[in-house]
């Protein structure tokens, strides 16, 4: 907040905040010596002081906009209060407790008083994320910056500690402003340095020896390594089935009207193992299949017969599936979103707005298909590994929208199989939490999946626990890092 102690009789309202009432006031303009104390006052780390006054070097080095001196001609910056510190900077979760003096404000700014009390639950100033910064809604995880009003997103209801549906009631851009990375367990978001998060604080009584946990919500400059900050564990069920496009042929006439768990759990099959194959002018549709997997392989048969009415069989090779007659298939396949190569495939965008259960269908398919199960005494989790990373991507995504945790999406080389000279690079996503939700339908995978002992849902770390302050959908994990990367 800047404020002109100048007469403002041109400003159209007529009106302007005094500096009564605050509990620091610096000295008017912007030097190092200012910045400083600025800093000093919020007792901001050394690195934090550094980059302000980088800044500050950079901003004297620009020139003046033409449009903004030519419309703002008398505005002397050595004649403003950059920073003033208000005599109460915590915030309130009521209306009445705000103090007058910014009620004032908004009546004159004529907010409306449903608007009003929204902001009573946040500090008087312009929280950021990140444009990227990427949202889940029901209909898939999109960036902040794409959202309108009306959209429909999730959000924490705090007396319930539970994720509900909301929508979007408005959204802009706030300009420029120095943006930090939050890295907590493996995720990692771009805030202002005044976007709040909701945070545990150790509130134990002086002599105390256990710890006493408080949810608090507390904006990024007070951040510190080792805080734990609340992540979302799962959403609320939601969506629709989808009603897949069909292609103009006599064959195709019997296709599926609408999504199905069966459905969707041969697209991720074919997302993991299927291809088409282009010969002699004709396309035909294959899986790449385990032959000794003989469950798994009737079921791929199974399924397509009763969804296609299209009758696979194993080739001789006895490496995949195939069938005369899969051209409609095929058109059937690039129509929705399913086509590509091995490097090219996405998740089709119809998949995020599905039921959990068509959701989860997918997700057990792409594993049948291309996971893989470990199974050893420590652990039996979850990984897909592929050269294409934005696949991954998408699986990472479409997984969390089910309640699924899952770590980054890591890199790694690898010596050709066949090549001892050539280097591969791939790419692989490891699934924690609730995996064992995904309903595979590999014997193999399935029984692996379910003899874990312990499922981590994020009420505990480092034998810390939090449970009191958490649920089923509510969680809270260590932050490991806080970097200021630039304005943005």
């Known amino acids: 907040?800047?404020?002109?102690?100048?007469?403002?009789?041109?400003?159209?309202?007529?009106?302007?905040?005094?500096?009564?009432?605050?509990?620091?006031?610096?000295?008017?303009?912007?030097?190092?010596?200012?910045?400083?104390?600025?800093?000093?006052?919020?007792?901001?780390?050394?690195?934090?002081?550094?980059?302000?006054?980088?800044?500050?070097?950079?901003?004297?080095?620009?020139?003046?906009?033409?449009?903004?001196?030519?419309?703002m001609p008398e505005i002397d910056f050595d004649d403003i209060y950059y920073y003033l510190k208000p005599t109460s900077g915590e915030q309130v979760d009521d209306w009445d407790?705000?103090?007058?003096?910014?009620?004032?404000?908004?009546?004159?700014?004529?907010?409306?008083?449903?608007?009003?009390?929204?902001?009573?639950?946040?500090?008087?100033?312009?929280?950021?994320?990140?444009?990227?910064?990427?949202v889940w809604t029901t209909g898939g995880m999109r960036p902040i910056k794409t959202l309108e009003p009306g959209d429909e997103v999730f959000s924490l209801n705090e007396t319930t500690r539970k994720i509900v549906q909301s929508h979007v009631v408005n959204s802009g851009c706030s300009g420029e402003k120095e943006v930090f990375e939050i890295t907590a367990d493996g995720r990692v978001i771009g805030a202002s340095a005044n976007h709040p998060f909701l945070v545990l604080r150790d509130e134990r009584k002086p002599g105390r020896k256990n710890r006493r946990f408080a949810k608090r919500w507390a904006p990024v400059e007070e951040l510190e390594v080792g805080d734990y900050v609340a992540i979302a564990t799962d959403v609320p069920e939601f969506g629709e089935p989808f009603m897949?496009?069909?292609?103009?042929?006599?064959?195709?006439?019997?296709?599926?009207?609408?999504?199905?768990?069966?459905?969707?759990?041969?697209?991720?099959?074919?997302?993991?193992?299927?291809?088409l194959k282009h010969s002699d002018g004709y396309t035909t549709l294959q899986f790449a299949v385990d032959a000794t997997d003989t469950v798994l392989v009737d079921e791929i048969i199974r399924v397509t017969r009763e969804?296609?009415?299209?009758?696979?069989?194993?080739?001789?090779?006895?490496?995949?599936?195939?069938?005369?007659?899969?051209?409609?298939?095929?058109?059937?396949?690039?129509?929705?979103?399913l086509g590509g190569k091995s490097l090219t495939k996405r998740i089709p965008d119809w998949m995020w707005w599905l039921p959990l259960s068509q959701r989860l269908s997918f997700l057990a398919g792409y594993i049948d298909a291309d996971g893989h199960v470990r199974d050893?005494?420590?652990?039996?989790?979850?990984?897909?590994?592929?050269?294409?990373?934005?696949?991954l991507v998408d699986a990472k995504q479409l997984a969390a929208l089910c309640g699924?945790?899952?770590?980054?999406?890591?890199?790694?080389?690898?010596?050709?199989?066949?090549?001892?000279?050539?280097?591969?690079?791939?790419?692989?996503?490891?699934?924690?939490?609730?995996?064992?939700?995904?309903?595979?339908?590999?014997?193999?995978?399935?029984?692996?999946?379910?003899?874990?002992?312990?499922?981590?849902?994020?009420?505990?770390?480092?034998?810390?626990?939090?449970?009191?302050?958490?649920?089923?959908?509510?969680?809270f994990v260590r932050i490991d890092c806080i970097e200021s990367v630039g304005v943005e």
Request: positive net charge; glycine residues 8%; proline residues 5%.
């Open 1 to 71: 907040m800047a404020i002109k102690d100048v007469d403002l009789g041109k400003y159209k309202l007529g009106w302007h905040d005094s500096t009564e009432g605050y509990a620091f006031v610096p000295k008017k303009g912007l030097n190092e010596e200012i910045v400083r104390e600025i800093s000093g006052m919020k007792e901001e780390p050394e690195w934090m002081t550094k980059f302000r006054l980088n800044a500050l070097k950079r901003f004297e080095k620009k020139p003046m906009l033409e449009w903004f001196a030519k419309n």
């Open 97 to 134: 407790m705000l103090p007058p003096e910014i009620k004032e404000t908004y009546e004159k700014l004529g907010i409306p008083e449903a608007e009003r009390k929204f902001l009573a639950g946040a500090t008087a100033q312009y929280e950021c994320l990140r444009g990227s910064t990427l």
């Open 244 to 275: 897949p496009m069909r292609p103009e042929r006599p064959e195709a006439a019997g296709y599926p009207y609408e999504t199905s768990d069966d459905l969707c759990w041969w697209a991720g099959v074919y997302i993991g193992d299927g291809y």
């Open 307 to 337: 969804q296609f009415g299209i009758e696979l069989s194993l080739a001789p090779d006895g490496q995949r599936l195939t069938a005369r007659g899969t051209a409609a298939l095929a058109d059937w396949v690039l129509l929705n979103g």
């Open 376 to 391: 050893d005494k420590t652990s039996h989790d979850v990984s897909l590994t592929s050269a294409n990373e934005a696949l």
């Open 404 to 475: 699924i945790d899952s770590g980054r999406v890591n890199r790694f080389t690898s010596r050709h199989p066949f090549d001892r000279d050539r280097t591969m690079t791939g790419y692989r996503l490891q699934f924690s939490g609730r995996f064992d939700r995904i309903p595979c339908r590999s014997p193999r995978r399935q029984a692996r999946m379910n003899r874990r002992k312990f499922v981590h849902a994020h009420r505990s770390s480092r034998g810390t626990t939090f449970k009191a302050q958490t649920s089923e959908m509510l969680g």
